[in-house]
């Protein structure tokens, strides 16, 4: 266990948005929180913002837009001497207005790369860690959105996510491959084609890891943070608009607060104790405020796009 005899949980993305907020709410039920973050010092006045207590968290490097990084987080973390009992990925990049696709260092398109290849490399590694902690309810989460399923309002706005049989993955994923069906860029599907493979990675670690384990494997949409940094490279117009669409027409708003208590209760709480789950508070938040296992979309829930995802990305991540 980390300092002072608490739990450790690593979260991704913590210096801002709903990470921040979970940061936050972890801290708040006596966990240790290693903020994992690109940029050091956004992170250090993030927690302090919030009135994260200093001896709750620990900052280390990330870049899940780089496999290196990945590898070099995991290092650090270990060399910190604490243990895992519990893994937030929450991460992820949004860029819908780019034209052409960013790449990673190894060549990989860079949403892709950060919301799902670095992640699934990272959950891989840090398994060991998370086995050998003698934590009684240790815990893998994986952040999911609405959009990664076409059944849902906020899926059914094209672009339809569509993995198709992850031809771009079977060539290689590299210049002039960019989509993971191996189809022409789009930005918008690129994003929710990552979340697809989120909750596609939730649901394999769950089957071949559970039983064996008892770590419990799960995922979560907490509701609408219409707020949240990862509509910053959106249109400004957009960013204005988006909240009070959620607000008073959807009524999908969820405060980036209540999100980050959300997904700490998911993390840490008795009721979430069931792996394999998609939890879920309605995309229009059910009145009684109550979370719920939502069925997720067919190709989420599809166990053999599941393990062939699951074969390719690790030959991408260099597992195989």
Same mark, same amino acid.
């Not at 989460?141 to 031809?167: F, Q, Y």
């Given at each position: 266990?980390?300092?002072?005899?608490?739990?450790?949980?690593?979260?991704?993305?913590?210096?801002?948005?709903v990470?921040?907020?979970?940061?936050?709410?972890?801290?708040?039920?006596?966990?240790?929180?290693?903020?994992?973050c690109?940029?050091?010092?956004?992170?250090?006045?993030?927690?302090?913002?919030?009135?994260?207590?200093?001896?709750?968290?620990?900052?280390?490097?990330?870049d899940?837009?780089?496999?290196?990084?990945?590898?070099?987080?995991?290092?650090?973390?270990?060399?910190?001497?604490?243990?895992?009992?519990?893994?937030?990925?929450?991460?992820?990049?949004?860029m819908?207005?780019? !034209?052409?696709?960013?790449? +990673?260092?190894?060549?990989?398109? #860079? @949403? =892709?790369?950060?919301? %799902?290849?670095?992640?699934?490399?990272?959950?891989?590694?840090?398994?060991?860690?998370?086995?050998?902690?003698?934590?009684?309810?240790?815990?893998?989460?994986?952040?999911?959105?609405?959009t990664?399923?076409?059944?849902?309002?906020?899926?059914?706005?094209?672009?339809?996510?569509?993995?198709?049989?992850?031809?771009?993955?079977?060539?290689?994923?590299?210049?002039?491959?960019?989509?993971?069906?191996?189809?022409?860029?789009?930005?918008? !599907?690129?994003?929710?084609? +990552?979340?697809?493979?989120?909750? #596609? @990675? =939730?649901?394999?670690? %769950?089957?071949?890891?559970?039983?064996?384990t008892?770590?419990?494997?799960?995922s979560l949409?907490?509701?609408?943070?219409?707020?949240?940094p990862?509509?910053?490279?959106?249109?400004?117009?957009?960013?204005k608009?988006?909240?009070?669409?959620?607000?008073?027409?959807?009524?999908?708003?969820?405060?980036?607060?209540l999100?980050?208590?959300?997904?700490?209760?998911?993390?840490?709480?008795?009721?979430?104790?069931?792996?394999?789950a998609?939890?879920?508070?309605?995309?229009?938040?059910?009145?009684?405020?109550?979370?719920?296992?939502?069925?997720?979309?067919?190709?989420?829930?599809?166990?053999?796009?599941?393990?062939?995802?699951?074969?390719?990305s690790?030959?991408?991540?260099?597992?195989?």
């Amino acid at each position: 266990m980390a300092q002072n005899g608490k739990p450790t949980v690593i979260i991704t993305g913590a210096s801002s948005g709903v990470g921040l907020y979970t940061a936050k709410a972890m801290a708040n039920k006596g966990w240790h929180v290693v903020m994992a973050c690109r940029d050091l010092a956004k992170a250090e006045t993030a927690a302090q913002s919030v009135g994260i207590p200093k001896d709750s968290y620990t900052i280390i490097h990330i870049d899940l837009g780089s496999l290196d990084s990945v590898r070099q987080f995991v290092n650090n973390f270990r060399a910190s001497g604490k243990t895992l009992d519990a893994l937030l990925c929450n991460a992820a990049i949004y860029m819908p207005l780019i !034209k052409e696709p960013l790449r +990673s260092p190894e060549g990989y398109e #860079l @949403t =892709m790369t950060t919301n %799902h290849l670095g992640h699934f490399l990272l959950c891989n590694l840090l398994l060991e860690d998370l086995k050998k902690s003698s934590y009684s309810d240790r815990r893998l989460v994986i952040l999911g959105t609405v959009t990664h399923n076409p059944d849902e309002l906020g899926g059914k706005i094209p672009p339809r996510p569509d993995l198709g049989n992850l031809e771009g993955f079977a060539a290689g994923f590299k210049e002039p491959i960019s989509m993971i069906d191996g189809k022409k860029f789009e930005p918008v !599907k690129a994003y929710k084609d +990552s979340k697809v493979c989120n909750v #596609l @990675t =939730m649901r394999e670690l %769950h089957r071949r890891y559970h039983d064996t384990t008892g770590i419990v494997f799960s995922s979560l949409y907490p509701g609408c943070v219409a707020e949240t940094p990862l509509f910053r490279n959106h249109y400004p117009l957009f960013q204005k608009i988006f909240p009070l669409f959620q607000k008073y027409i959807t009524g999908g708003y969820v405060s980036q607060e209540l999100s980050g208590e959300r997904v700490a209760s998911v993390i840490a709480d008795t009721e979430y104790k069931q792996s394999g789950a998609y939890w879920s508070w309605g995309n229009r938040q059910k009145k009684d405020g109550k979370s719920f296992v939502q069925r997720v979309s067919p190709q989420a829930r599809d166990d053999e796009k599941a393990e062939r995802l699951w074969d390719l990305s690790a030959k991408l991540v260099g597992l195989a």
